[in-house]
């Protein structure tokens, strides 16, 4: 890159040199003041452009970049307020579910104290059924043998009184006569001593 405008000048200084050496001087001399005038500009053009463009800046300053301006401030502020809003929500968040999560394991924890104290008091429960089960089978067992010793002396009684009155019927038919009291006891006794040695 620097090769080619060090060719460019030359090539720029070979021309005017050419263009010195040559013999009219008049014409390079009315060439110069040419190229020179076109070089300098009109004060008044220059005036005219000058105040145009100071008159675009200052237009483009009021119409265009002070309201960006605010627009972009509303805009960049509007940002950050959201931002610190996000970032309170996500505090809370967070607060939010460190309590959540410790009223899951508080409530967990009181849920586990729950079923162990129903598991105890079902625990406690069957026992006393059990118990009171138990006293209730020992109580109907016990009564079952009292209704059977009942039954048992009463079958006794009956069988007694059927086998007195047996006894005393065949005695009387056999004696021909009326048995006395004594008579009938010895009977009985007979009777029952001889079942008993049957037994």
């Not at 013999?23 to 300098?40: K, P």
């Not at 002396?153 to 004594?182: C, F, G, P, Q, Y």
């Amino acid at each position: 890159m620097k090769k080619s405008k060090k060719l460019t000048l030359t090539a720029f200084l070979s021309i005017l040199l050419l263009s010195l050496t040559s013999c009219d001087t008049e014409e390079i001399s009315d060439r110069i003041v040419t190229l020179v005038q076109n070089m300098l500009p009109n004060i008044w053009i220059t005036l005219m452009q000058l105040a145009l463009f100071i008159i675009v800046v200052v237009l483009f300053i009021v119409l265009a970049y002070k309201p960006l301006k605010k627009k972009l401030s509303k805009r960049s502020d509007y940002i950050e307020k959201n931002i610190k809003d996000s970032e309170e929500k996500v505090k809370e968040a967070s607060a939010n579910l460190e309590k959540s999560n410790q009223l899951i394991l508080d409530s967990e924890k009181k849920a586990g104290e729950i079923v162990q104290a129903a598991q105890k008091t079902a625990e406690v429960r069957a026992q006393e059924s059990e118990k009171e089960l138990f006293t209730k089978i020992e109580i109907a067992k016990a009564q079952a043998h009292k209704d059977i010793e009942t039954e048992r002396n009463n079958m006794l009684k009956d069988a007694h009184k059927t086998i007195v009155d047996s006894a005393i019927t065949t005695s009387k038919e056999i004696l021909k006569r009326d048995i006395t009291k004594e008579d009938n006891d010895k009977f009985v006794n007979d009777f029952v001593d001889e079942l008993l040695k049957d037994k």
